[in-house]
């Protein structure tokens, strides 16, 4: 079995952190590179786009792969191009919530409609962290960010369910506590022919924690005590939403042209 020196070798540039001290990015960013390593994908065939935000930083620079780094909310379009005109490639999209969801929350719809051959990993701190913490799309009702300093008057909503609802083939929810689940969930979604997203739960102590008095590792401890394996469960299900087979884009646009006598 392969060292995390071993890992840290093979997957991630020796590049300065841009994370702050206990930030969940470095520990999506293991999850990534174990389950490329345990999938046995060659990282010559992995192309990792990303947007704007703490997030986006995870795979550009951090990953021993080839990397995109795009526009704020667009890293799924430029993804989609990428698969689109190599449909060989392994494409990755790490993106923040904000990014992901609020940005970028329509080519998300539609990349899951047309069920392209991505795997999203949106990284949810349930805030925009890296421009100083304002609300997003995945903060909570009543909740306290920079631009809701009296809590938030507008609701969360449940992104795993919308990207369901939109068609994707994969969708599940981890958090940086499951860090099993997590490398596991992204074999399959690697595996998945189809729109695979995952929402990883991380935790950001500098935004978030300090402003409910928790460190990094007591945010660990929240995800740990308020998620459940349990979809009858009063807590927050953690674990897969739906994997099914659907017409995936790339191929039905390959068929077509071979259809129509081009190559
Ligand atoms: S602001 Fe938050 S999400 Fe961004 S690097 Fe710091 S801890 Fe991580």
Same mark, same amino acid.
């Given at each position: 079995?392969?060292?995390?020196?071993?890992?840290?070798?093979?997957?991630?540039?020796?590049?300065?952190?841009?994370? @702050?001290?206990? @930030?969940?990015?470095?520990?999506?960013?293991?999850?990534?590179?174990?389950?490329?390593?345990?999938?046995?994908?060659?990282?010559?065939?992995?192309?990792?786009?990303?947007?704007?935000? @703490?997030?986006?930083?995870?795979?550009?620079?951090?990953?021993?792969?080839?990397?995109?780094?795009?526009?704020?909310?667009?890293?799924?379009?430029?993804?989609?191009?990428?698969?689109?005109?190599?449909?060989?490639?392994?494409?990755?999209?790490?993106?923040?919530?904000?990014? @992901?969801?609020?940005?970028?929350?329509?080519?998300?719809?539609?990349?899951?409609?047309?069920?392209?051959?991505?795997?999203?990993?949106?990284?949810?701190?349930?805030?925009?962290?890296?421009?100083?913490?304002?609300?997003?799309?995945?903060?909570?009702?009543?909740?306290?960010?920079?631009?809701?300093?009296?809590?938030?008057?507008?609701?969360?909503?449940?992104?795993?369910?919308?990207?369901?609802?939109?068609?994707?083939?994969?969708?599940?929810?981890?958090?940086?506590?499951?860090?099993?689940?997590?490398?596991?969930?992204?074999?399959?979604?690697?595996?998945?022919?189809?729109?695979?997203?995952?929402?990883?739960?991380?935790?950001?102590?500098?935004?978030?924690?300090?402003?409910?008095?928790?460190?990094?590792?007591?945010?660990?401890?929240?995800?740990?005590?308020?998620?459940?394996?349990?979809?009858?469960?009063?807590?927050?299900?953690?674990?897969?939403?739906?994997?099914?087979?659907?017409?995936?884009?790339?191929?039905?646009?390959?068929?077509?042209?071979?259809?129509?006598?081009?190559?």
């Amino acid at each position: 079995m392969i060292t995390a020196e071993e890992i840290r070798e093979k997957y991630v540039r020796n590049h300065p952190s841009p994370f @702050c001290p206990g @930030c969940g990015g470095g520990m999506v960013l293991n999850a990534m590179s174990r389950a490329v390593e345990s999938a046995g994908i060659d990282k010559k065939d992995v192309v990792a786009v990303s947007g704007i935000g @703490c997030a986006a930083w995870i795979p550009s620079p951090h990953w021993r792969v080839d990397t995109l780094h795009t526009t704020h909310g667009r890293a799924v379009a430029f993804a989609s191009g990428v698969k689109i005109a190599d449909r060989d490639l392994e494409v990755m999209v790490v993106s923040g919530d904000g990014d @992901c969801a609020g940005i970028g929350g329509n080519h998300l719809l539609h990349g899951a409609r047309n069920n392209i051959d991505l795997n999203v990993i949106m990284v949810n701190n349930g805030l925009y962290a890296m421009t100083g913490g304002q609300v997003a799309p995945t903060t909570e009702h009543d909740e306290k960010t920079l631009t809701t300093p009296y809590g938030n008057p507008a609701s969360s909503f449940e992104v795993a369910e919308v990207v369901k609802a939109a068609g994707a083939s994969h969708v599940a929810r981890w958090t940086t506590y499951h860090m099993k689940e997590l490398v596991k969930e992204v074999e399959k979604a690697v595996d998945t022919k189809g729109f695979s997203f995952i929402e990883v739960l991380a935790q950001c102590p500098t935004r978030k924690g300090k402003k409910e008095g928790m460190t990094g590792i007591e945010m660990l401890e929240w995800y740990k005590e308020n998620t459940s394996k349990d979809q009858d469960s009063e807590k927050m299900y953690v674990g897969t939403f739906c994997d099914v087979e659907r017409p995936e884009l790339t191929e039905e646009i390959y068929r077509q042209i071979e259809r129509l006598g081009g190559e």
